[in-house]
């Protein structure tokens, strides 16, 4: 029976599927056979206002760690979960099939937890596992360590929270800052980046819950998840990204996880190197 390939790309936060087009042309021009598909992250379709609540801008970090997200790291990697099962089924009596995962920064740690997920043998869609031949973690953080380093994240994303909720400010003038901070050193194309990401179709509330529900600061530490699945995973930095450059060599010497650090390239590694992060995808 003919082995169909197919690749899943889940992009970051402010991103959307049209990031991945480069690298999808990259794969398609050496790999025919190779079917691609962007899966969505998209907050608007299951969205009502009756979701926000200002008071997230001030809430505890305690308080977050226990409260009911509509949606969170974990849901969002169930959706993704539930996405590949649904393509799976749909195909498996034609073809077997052969699952290659690529995220990147949100989207990476949306596969981690993914892989988290689908290591629980309670899981109903465990069943994937036996399918995903790659997963390649691109910009990705597994967790912080520190509680202190969580508060202080916490905090941080409240901050960006209450400029996307502040109708004074401009959303212009919010991406504009984003793409300041030092984890884009290097990126080349940002005014570029700010007129194609400002049309983006989510209001400021959609934006801020996502950001908080989704805060680096709650996620679990997910790094023996990564150590228990390394035969399938690859991590990717940007050489100019000098924070997940650390993060790769520190999974590579703690975990054995096969790392690699992209030349020429920032934090968006997908999009300004897109030909090197094809070669690392094993067909």
């Not at 909720?165 to 984890?183: A, F, G, R």
């Amino acid at each position: 029976m003919q082995r169909r390939k197919i690749c899943l790309f889940v992009h970051g936060f402010l991103g959307d599927n049209s990031d991945w087009d480069s690298l999808i042309n990259s794969i398609n021009y050496n790999h025919r056979d190779v079917q691609c598909i962007a899966l969505p992250m998209d907050i608007t379709v299951q969205w009502n206002d009756d979701i926000w609540n200002d008071k997230l801008l001030d809430l505890d970090f305690e308080k977050a760690l226990e409260l009911s997200w509509s949606f969170n790291l974990k849901k969002t990697s169930e959706s993704i979960i539930n996405s590949i099962s649904n393509i799976i089924l749909s195909t498996k009596r034609i073809k077997k099939i052969s699952i290659y995962l690529i995220g990147y920064s949100l989207g990476a740690r949306v596969l981690m937890q993914l892989i988290a997920n689908i290591s629980d043998k309670k899981n109903m869609n465990q069943h994937i596992k036996q399918n995903i031949k790659q997963i390649i973690l691109i910009s990705g953080n597994p967790g912080l360590r520190d509680i202190n380093e969580k508060l202080t994240r916490w905090k941080s994303d409240q901050a960006w929270a209450k400029k996307f909720v502040d109708k004074k400010i401009e959303l212009e003038t919010i991406l504009n800052q984003w793409y300041s901070q030092k984890v884009f050193a290097g990126l080349d194309n940002k005014n570029s980046l700010i007129a194609k990401r400002k049309n983006i179709s989510a209001s400021g509330k959609m934006l801020a819950y996502w950001i908080l529900s989704h805060s680096l600061a709650l996620q679990d530490n997910l790094e023996n998840y990564l150590y228990d699945n390394k035969e399938i995973i690859d991590y990717l930095a940007g050489e100019q990204d000098s924070k997940f450059v650390d993060i790769a060599q520190y999974l590579s010497v703690k975990f054995n996880i096969r790392t690699y650090i992209i030349q020429n390239a920032s934090h968006m590694t997908h999009m300004k190197n897109p030909d090197l992060i094809a070669e690392h995808i094993i067909f």
